[in-house]
């Protein structure tokens, strides 16, 4: 069994920061791409950065120069620094993740989700 755990969401006043943080454990071989996504009230989830393996990396044009992805392949970890949040940044943020969890097998792993929240 695969988890995905996402820490690091809260408060910030428009034009904070916060890091995010989400760490995969479980029955993995390798872990391809790696990506975060947000969902905010009444809206549909949308991508916002991923990273491959090799540390490729594409955004939403709502948060380049904002957000940064990375991650560390060696803790089986993806980070989201988001720098200069705006209030239509709150949203529930969701880590995701295609695994590689047998040699046939690739499967899309999904966190439970942190929720961020950008307001004065």
């Known amino acids: 069994q695969v988890q995905l755990v996402e820490s690091g969401g809260g408060l910030v006043h428009p034009g904070g920061s916060l890091r995010l943080s989400c760490v995969a454990s479980?029955?993995?071989?390798?872990?391809?791409?790696m990506g975060w996504y947000r969902q905010a009230p009444g809206k549909q989830r949308e991508l916002v950065a991923m990273?491959?393996?090799?540390?490729?990396?594409n955004y939403a044009d709502a948060v380049k120069g904002r957000f940064t992805i990375s991650r560390d392949n060696a803790k089986r970890t993806v980070y989201l620094q988001m720098n200069s949040l705006k209030p239509e940044d709150t949203a529930d943020y969701y880590c995701?993740?295609?695994?590689?969890?047998?040699?046939?097998?690739?499967?899309?792993?999904w966190g439970q989700g942190t929720p961020v929240t950008v307001s004065s």
């Open positions: 995701n993740a295609d695994i590689r969890t047998s040699v046939f097998v690739v499967r899309t792993f």
């Open positions: 479980g029955n993995i071989v390798s872990i391809n791409m």
């Open positions: 990273i491959t393996s090799g540390g490729t990396s």
